[in-house]
């Protein structure tokens, strides 16, 4: 992750170089992304992952490009009468605006954000997973812009026994015979971070300009290292608790579960930091390739534990038989992925080009994950066939 902190917004765009809109109905409402920039899995709610080729074009990804996944709608806010709500085990109930809010130290900082369902799709091979069947493109590295959690947290005062912060959307999800929002909850070392890292934001900007609707316009959290699923978009309200969020998708959801009944939800933890992963962007699957040199290109992420870096990326054409090191790209920085490329000698024999990481927390890709039942944390060898044709 790479932070700065900035005195003010006007020094974030004048050192951005990026005109950064004004927070305003019209903005965050405007540009939902247009479906020959993305491949909408579901339209309504909306969820979306680019076309790999699209995604590993660089480093920071265009937000265009950069997947939307949803749970219901996007909620119309109007930014003029949006209140931040934060109660709980706090001495100082708050309720903010969006100008209370941005009166606070400003950081821009950039990370990786990726579905705990990112590449899904792979599970079916082995029994059938609901949810969205996502390819290997529910993965993004963008530049937020926002103020630190533990700013507003320390002006509400948290109590001693807080271990848990909370967060609500504003969004309207149909679940049985309730409307409820999507929710989670983190825990408050977390949020509070320490030393060098800036710890959870509450973002207004990305990649240099406002949040788009699909994006959580007007506010959103930002948790670096962690599942997508905890950085809650249409953010109204944080409560401060000595427990953890109730809220299904907490509770009940993204979770580790071979069966989903409520015994197997109760006895399985919360997925919280994304694992390392890697997956090839420049070529699709079923590729026809000529024997000879094939070049590749790909990303990969590394576990979200601060300070862990890619170790290597390496691809085999054999199966694993014998494996070629990669080379990295992009900068190598916190919570964030890299690029990678390699030049490998394909043959008729090549029926898969194969792809494994290892990272400096010791963490790797295991040749194959075992099946649940949500299929999420899918992140064994990255397997592309192809067929490659005599020259």
């Known amino acids: 992750m790479t932070s700065s902190p900035e005195l003010t917004r006007r020094q974030m765009i004048l050192s951005s ?3 950064l809109a004004g927070v305003s109905q019209t903005n965050g409402l405007q540009a939902q992304a247009p479906e020959k920039d993305l491949i909408f899995r579901t339209t309504d ?6 076309a790999l080729n699209k995604l590993i074009t660089s480093w920071i990804t265009p937000t265009k490009h950069f997947y939307v996944r949803s749970h219901a709608p996007n909620p119309k806010i109007d930014p003029k009468t949006f209140r931040l709500s934060v109660e709980g085990m706090v001495d100082k109930p708050l309720s903010l605006s969006l100008a209370d809010i941005q009166s606070h130290q400003e950081y821009t ?4 954000l990726t579905c ?10 082995e029994g059938k997973v609901g949810g969205v069947q996502w390819d290997a493109g529910a993965i993004g590295n963008a530049t937020w812009t926002g103020v630190a959690l533990s700013e507003i947290l320390r002006k509400a005062g948290v ?5 848990h912060v909370w967060f609500k959307g504003l969004d309207e999800i149909t679940k049985g015979d309730g409307i409820i929002p999507f929710g989670a909850s983190i825990p408050l070392e977390k949020a509070l971070g320490a030393g060098d890292d800036v710890g959870a934001l509450l973002c207004y900007g990305m990649n240099g300009e406002t949040l788009t609707a699909d994006h959580g316009y007007p506010l959103r959290t930002l948790v670096p290292g962690y599942i997508g699923a905890r950085s809650v978009k249409w953010l109204g309200k944080i409560v401060v608790s000595d427990v953890t969020s109730p809220n299904h998708y907490l509770a009940n959801a993204y979770k580790l579960v071979k069966k989903t009944e409520s015994i197997d939800w109760s006895e399985s933890g919360p997925i919280y930091r994304y694992l390392v992963n890697a997956a090839v962007g420049s070529h699709e699957k079923g590729a026809e390739l000529e024997a000879g040199k094939a070049d590749l290109a790909g990303y990969v992420l ?11 990326v390496q691809v085999s054409v054999n199966n694993g038989k014998s494996w070629k090191k990669a080379e990295l790209t992009g900068e190598d920085s916190d919570f964030c992925w890299q690029l990678w490329k390699a030049s490998v000698q394909v ?3 090549t029926k898969e080009i194969v ?23 899918q992140n064994s060898w990255y397997r592309l066939p192809v067929t490659v044709k005599a020259t």
Request: hydrophobic fraction near 30%.
């Open 17 to 19: 170089g990026i005109l």
């Open 45 to 50: 709610p909306r969820n979306a992952e680019p």
């Open 109 to 112: 900082l950039t990370a990786t």
């Open 116 to 125: 705990a369902g990112n590449r899904r799709a792979e599970f079916n091979k």
């Open 159 to 163: 109590q001693a026994s807080a271990k």
């Open 302 to 312: 590394p576990s979200g534990i601060l300070g862990g870096r890619v170790k290597h």
């Open 347 to 349: 043959t008729e024999e």
């Open 355 to 377: 792809v494994r990481a290892e990272d400096s927390s010791g963490g790797f890709m295991p040749y194959r994950v075992p099946w649940n039942a949500k299929g999420y944390l």
